[in-house]
Structure formats: structure tokens, C-alpha cells
């Protein structure tokens, strides 16, 4: 019995499913207003009636086959007829309305963009494009509300230095937004921040040049600095001058050469690799003695390819830091900027591509649980 009741509700909800597709269908393409009208009037208390929500319901005609409109063209007619049920009493020719109900969603700001488009006599490209710019800029503000462009995704690609950070010229330069994000990202304010390798002072004009980091401090080391706030350093030979367990973060960008590849067989590139991996293990070392429990570094590395196949850098490291006791917290990709080519045609082996992304591993200490 109760069977039997089911499918007849079943029957009349795709019998009037039916009815309203076919009714949609007769309207044409353009008239957006007179649709939305449809669906407000007719076709949300239908939905309603059935127990369902107006979106299901507009996905579920959308998908009957021979249906003209797309789900997301419901949804603008929708809108615009709610927002504006009144069009033809409206100053302003029906797509200028169209175009706000669907671009603008606080209602302040579409009465705002009507009055300058009346005023200022506006066509409806010059609508648009104020819209546009409107939502660029604040998108912008958005983003650079900490003074650097911030990033939210996991690939932090900038094509152009931000040129208060960093000394231009200076090789191995990071953009200094990426350094900016990754403290945004992995320190906390007040944190103690070394930088053992800071080559142009990237790290030290970020803290310095932006204000949501200016409580951070920095010490930075450098085998050659480049100014007076680094301190002269072989961090390989002498370890990084600081003491046991006393600072919160170390940022680790060593030079292109550590990774360097190599042109011979599989027996040279193991060489490299053990070469890299072990100039890896002193620093690592070194960043765990001065990290204080739950500290972090974050270590850019990237993959060596060649006619031997692929060092894989960033997972080597990955198995150093967790023998060190390090959890992994972060993995970001920085994507390389400018023309990078190959010198040596290779005959033989396998054909190697030329990475270009880097990637910043980010670890943390682990707490000694006693
Ligand atoms: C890739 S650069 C760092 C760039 C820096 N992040 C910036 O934005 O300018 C690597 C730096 O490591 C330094 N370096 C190389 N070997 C070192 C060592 N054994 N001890 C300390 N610094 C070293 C180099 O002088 C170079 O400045």
C-alpha cells in the first residue's frame, strides 16, 4: 500500500516536473525577466509544495534532456526578478538591472551603481566595467591588507620581486612576498626568526617593511653578507651562532648549487646526491639544536632531474627532518619565473626535463613528551 502511494507521488512530482519543462521551453532565450517571473511565481511553490529547495529543483529541470537553460541562467533569472519585480517602472533599460541582480549582491551598492549609471548616463559597457574594476580593486585590498600580497592557495607564484625586499642583482634573490607569506603563515607574533643563508637580507626587509610582521625578530648569517645586519657565518663549518633551543623559526633558502645537476651517469649523480644530502643533514641538525620545541623551518628544495633520472630533493629532505623528530606542516609550490634552458643535449639515459617549481617544506618539532 504504502508502495503504491510512493510511486504515485512520484509519478505526479515528474508529471509536473514535466509540465514546467515543457512550459520554460516556450519562453525565449532573452526574456529574462518574464523567466524569472515563471520561476518565482510558478516554480519555487511547486518545489515548495513537494518538500524540496528552488535550487534542487532548477538543477533537476536543468538536467531533463531537451531542456534550453542552463541551471546557472535559471538562477540569474531568479535573481533578477526578485530583486527586481518592478523593471519596466525602473529609469534604466531591463539589462542594466540584469546585469546588477546578478554582479552586485548588497542591495546599497546596486541602488549605487543605478544612480551613476542614470547620472552619469552610462551604457551598459561602462556599467560593467565599473563593476569589474570595483571588484578588482577590492580583491586587491583584500590581498595586500597585511602590506604583501597574500596567498591562499598552495602555489605562491609572483612574476615580479616586490622591490622593497631583497637587494636586486643579488643572486639567489627570493621574491619577498614569498618569504612575507610563509611568516604569515608559519610564525606566530614576537616569534625569534633565523635565517642562516639570508644572501640580499629578503627576510630581514620583510619583517623591517611590513607592519602585520614588524614584531618578529630576525638574525641573519650569511658566508658573504650583503649588509651590516648579517653576520658573517659558514653555518657548515661553525654551526648557526645561536643558542640551544632559543628561537621559533628558521627559514632555509640555500644556494641553486646545492642542487645542482649533474651531466654524468647514475654514479656521479649519487655522488651529488650524497654531497647535497649531507650538507642538508649538518643544517638540518643545526635548525633542530636551535629550534625550541614545537619551532619550525621551512626549507625550499626543488627536484634534480638528468639523463640518470630524478633526485627528489624535496622527499630526501622530507625523510631528514622526520629522522630529526619533525612532523611536516606545509608543502608550497613556488613557481620559477624567466627562461631556464638546457645546455647539454643528452644522447643517452633518460631525456630530462628542467624543473621548474621549487617547493617550500615547512616542518615542525615535535614536543619531547616525557
Ligand atoms: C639562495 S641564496 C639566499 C637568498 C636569500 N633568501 C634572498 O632572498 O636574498 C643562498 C645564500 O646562502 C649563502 N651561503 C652559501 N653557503 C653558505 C654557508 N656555508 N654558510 C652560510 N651561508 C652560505 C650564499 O652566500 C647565498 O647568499
Not at 541562467?73 to 518592478?86: A, D, E, R
Not at 638540518?284 to 625550541?292: C, N, V
Amino acid at each position: 500500500m504504502a508502495r503504491a502511494s510512493t510511486t504515485t507521488a512520484r509519478q505526479k512530482s515528474s508529471s509536473s516536473l514535466d509540465t514546467l519543462v515543457e512550459k520554460l521551453n516556450s519562453f525565449s532565450a532573452d526574456n529574462y525577466w518574464d523567466l524569472g517571473k515563471f520561476l518565482v511565481e510558478k516554480v519555487v511553490p511547486t518545489a515548495l509544495k513537494e518538500g524540496i529547495y528552488s535550487e534542487q529543483i532548477l538543477k533537476k529541470m536543468a538536467e531533463v534532456p531537451g531542456f534550453k537553460f542552463p541551471f546557472q541562467m535559471l538562477k540569474q533569472c531568479q535573481m533578477f526578478y526578485t530583486y527586481y519585480p518592478n523593471v519596466e517602472k525602473k529609469p534604466l533599460p531591463e539589462i542594466f538591472y540584469f546585469e546588477l541582480a546578478t554582479k552586485v549582491n548588497d542591495s546599497k551598492q546596486r541602488e549605487a551603481y543605478e544612480k551613476m549609471a542614470v547620472q552619469n548616463k552610462w551604457t551598459i559597457s561602462d556599467l560593467q566595467k565599473k563593476i569589474r574594476d570595483d571588484e578588482l580593486a577590492r580583491r586587491s585590498d583584500e590581498r595586500t591588507q597585511y602590506g604583501f600580497e597574500l596567498k591562499e592557495k598552495t602555489i605562491w607564484s609572483f612574476d615580479i620581486p616586490d622591490p622593497r625586499f631583497g637587494k636586486s642583482g643579488v643572486k639567489g634573490r627570493l621574491p619577498g612576498q614569498i618569504v612575507a607569506n610563509a611568516l604569515f603563515y608559519y610564525t606566530k607574533p614576537g616569534a625569534r626568526i633565523v635565517d642562516p643563508m639570508a644572501g640580499s637580507g629578503t627576510t630581514g626587509d620583510v619583517v623591517e617593511g611590513t607592519e602585520f610582521l614588524s614584531d618578529r625578530k630576525v638574525k641573519m648569517y650569511d658566508i658573504e653578507p650583503a649588509d651590516e645586519r648579517i653576520t658573517r657565518a659558514n653555518i657548515l663549518q661553525t654551526g648557526i651562532p645561536e643558542e640551544t633551543a632559543s628561537v621559533d623559526y628558521v627559514f632555509l633558502d640555500a644556494p641553486s648549487e646545492f642542487f645542482s645537476q649533474t651531466n654524468g651517469g647514475a654514479a656521479s649523480a649519487a655522488a651529488a646526491k650524497a654531497e647535497t644530502l649531507l650538507k642538508f643533514k649538518t643544517i638540518t641538525r643545526e635548525a633542530s639544536r636551535i629550534l625550541k620545541n614545537g619551532g619550525r623551518v621551512s626549507i625550499i628544495a626543488e627536484l634534480v632531474t638528468g639523463s640518470f633520472g630524478v633526485i627528489d630533493y624535496p622527499f630526501e629532505i622530507s625523510m631528514l627532518m622526520k629522522d630529526l623528530g619533525f612532523v611536516p606542516i606545509g608543502k608550497v609550490y613556488l613557481p620559477r619565473h624567466g627562461s631556464t634552458r638546457s645546455k647539454v643535449i643528452h644522447t643517452e639515459g633518460i631525456k630530462p626535463m628542467i624543473s621548474d617549481c621549487k617547493e617550500l617544506l615547512t616542518f615542525e618539532k615535535a614536543a619531547i613528551i616525557s
